[in-house]
């Protein structure tokens, strides 16, 4: 009887993928998926929709909350909360006669924070920027407006705006360190050195 080769009976062995074969002791290279905020940065955000612009700064906002954000991300921030500013104020301004706009903003070409009442400017404080500081050099109310009321309302709308761009403050404008003096917890938008000066010319003054 004719027999066949054993080798014929064995089941052929699995070959494994090229790719897939890993030689004894090493380690499998890790491929690393690019993180979102890795991702390429817009350059021209006139171009992209107002969603996405609010998706990016919250994005960016992320990565500021590190201990060690990127060097650029400061910057990215403040572009992307001023696009968003200008375009919610292009589009009040469409929708709304002008004499009844009311609000704030961030007036970069004449550089000075703005307030509003009813389509007049109350109030503005003039401001310099150093680095990624905000030197308040002067805050203005008009005078046919109650400064009483406009004044504290201005300062506070100022610190917050610094607040929500991640901007350190630096108290120049004497009215500004007297709503600081009144309300402490604002102090902590100014840089350490600047707030220990501010704190020390409080408590002399109080002596």
Not at 60 to 83: G, I, S, W
Not at 133 to 140: D, G, N, P, T, Y
Request: net charge negative; glycine share 2%.
């Amino acid at each position: 009887m004719e027999t066949s080769p054993l080798v014929d009976d064995r089941p052929e062995a699995v070959r494994l993928p090229e790719a897939e074969h890993v030689a004894w002791g090493s380690t499998p290279k890790a491929v690393h998926a690019p993180r979102p905020d890795e991702s390429e940065f817009p350059s021209d955000l006139a171009t992209v929709s107002t969603r996405q612009l609010r998706v990016l700064c919250n994005q960016v906002y992320r990565l500021l909350d590190r201990d060690f954000p990127p060097m650029e991300a400061l910057h990215r921030y403040e572009m992307l909360v001023e696009e968003i500013e200008q375009r919610e104020v292009q589009a009040e301004t469409r929708t709304a006669p002008v004499r009844v706009r009311s609000g704030f903003r961030d007036n970069s070409l004449f550089s000075r924070f703005e307030l509003f009442s009813d389509g007049t400017m109350v109030g503005h404080v003039k401001y310099e920027m150093k680095g990624s500081h905000a030197v308040l050099i002067q805050a203005v109310v008009d005078p046919r407006f109650d400064a009483v009321d406009v004044e504290p309302a201005l300062i506070r709308q100022v610190l917050l705006n610094a607040h929500r761009r991640r901007i350190a403050v630096v108290p120049y404008c004497p009215r500004v360190r007297d709503f600081l003096a009144e309300f402490p917890q604002y102090r902590t938008l100014l840089p350490p050195d600047q707030r220990k000066r501010l704190e020390a010319a409080l408590v002399a003054a109080e002596g």
